[in-house]
């Protein structure tokens, strides 16, 4: 049986996208499709990723994509509990994200084949019906994100909800990266990141056990640290998968990855760098035409390491910000370079 394509590629996000690239670099007949009008837009992530993990992976760090470089941290709980960390050299970075995405869709391998404003209506065997049309590819790679219809139903217990403020605000010259730990925000965290000079990001993502609204929430939260208080100049609001990563992320000639497989950090509710990951991964497995090395590395690497965080995160939420709390005691009696690289290293 002939087909219209290798693959196609349903979804244009970091996952999306790092398939394409590994497809392209493999010389694959391919296809990526997405609903939106534009890639990178809307910003649909704060941007931090630790840099261990970047150059792992292989994720870019061109200059011009990335916003600020982080190299002191601050951990708090809003009871007064923190620990502090500063490095001689950056332990993460914050893209800009619709840069860094334009940048993985254009420079990285060149420009991917992307066709915009296609919102794909259903997928039955090979055959992938978009709004206009019905095509038809080998293998399929599902990168849709956590709120597609094809992929696992989100429930209150397994998903955060998260809501980013970019506010006027000067520059901090003490710390790129604030997290704060909070019963306010069960299973998350409020955020105060490095921005331009004049500008800075401040969010809030937890499990949405109540019915309080996170604009609400993160409003609430401004009135007891006024210093992250600013004139408003953009949001975004998403969701988090934050469960544990899925056990099976090949289903026939279908690859799923990124947050439609809980691919995210459940420490951080980071999901760039799994995401870019299992993109790649699942590329390369298509490359050479064998969709199973994908499940192979996501069971012997990445999930490994996706387990790792879930279990940490489990036990750091145990008693909600309480536990962290008690956790920021005990690191301050480790050595100074074991809790840079603990908390570094997430
Ligand atoms: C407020 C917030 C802050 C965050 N901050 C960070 C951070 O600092 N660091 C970090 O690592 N992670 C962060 N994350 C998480 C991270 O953004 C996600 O985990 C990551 O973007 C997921 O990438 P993805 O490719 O799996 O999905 P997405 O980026 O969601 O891409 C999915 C794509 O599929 C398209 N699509 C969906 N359905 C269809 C369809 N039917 N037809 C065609 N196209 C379709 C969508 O338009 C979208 O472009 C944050 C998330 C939020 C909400």
Not at 45 to 66: F, R, Y
Not at 291 to 319: A, C, F, V
Request: glycine share 10%; hydrophobic share 40%.
């Amino acid at each position: 049986m002939t087909f219209d394509y290798d693959a196609i590629v349903i979804g244009a996000g970091t996952g999306g996208l790092a398939a394409g690239i590994a497809l392209k670099q493999g010389g694959k007949k391919y296809l990526i499709l997405d609903k939106k009008e534009e890639i990178g837009v809307p910003v649909r992530s704060t941007g931090a990723v630790s840099m261990e993990w970047v150059k792992k992976i292989g994720m870019p760090t061109d200059p011009n994509i990335v916003r600020s470089l982080i190299k002191s941290i601050w951990f708090r709980t809003d009871t007064g509990k923190n620990i502090s960390l500063k490095y001689e050299h950056p332990v993460g970075l914050v893209y800009d994200f619709t840069t860094y995405e334009k940048f993985l869709s254009k420079e990285m391998a060149g420009d991917l084949d992307i066709r915009m404003k296609t919102r794909v209506t259903s997928v039955e065997g090979n055959e992938v019906t978009t709004d206009g049309e019905t095509l038809t590819a080998k293998h399929i790679v599902m990168a849709a994100g956590p709120q597609s219809t094809f992929g696992e139903k989100l429930s209150r217990d397994n998903v955060l909800v998260a809501y980013e403020e970019v506010r006027e605000l000067p520059k901090r010259e003490d710390y790129e990266m604030i997290l704060w730990f909070s019963d306010k925000a069960p299973g998350g965290y409020f955020w105060d990141f490095a921005d331009t000079d004049s500008t800075r990001k401040i969010g809030v993502c937890y499990y949405p056990k109540t019915q309080a609204k996170p604009k609400d929430v993160l409003s609430e939260f401004t009135k007891n640290f006024p210093e992250v208080d600013g004139k408003l100049v953009s949001t975004i609001a998403h969701q988090i998968p934050l469960g544990a990563p899925l056990e099976t992320v090949v289903r026939e000639n279908r690859l799923y990855v990124g947050d439609m497989v809980n691919a995210v950090l459940n420490t951080t509710a980071g999901g760039l760098q799994g995401a870019f990951w299992s993109g790649m991964a699942a590329g390369r497995a298509i490359v050479n035409d064998n969709p199973s090395l994908y499940q192979g590395t996501w069971d012997s690497d990445i999930r490994p390491w996706l387990m790792k965080h879930h279990e940490l995160h489990r036990r750091m939420n145990k008693n909600g910000a309480k536990s962290i709390g008690r956790l920021m005691t005990m690191a301050k009696f480790m050595p100074k370079s074991m809790q840079k690289k603990v908390f570094g290293g997430l």
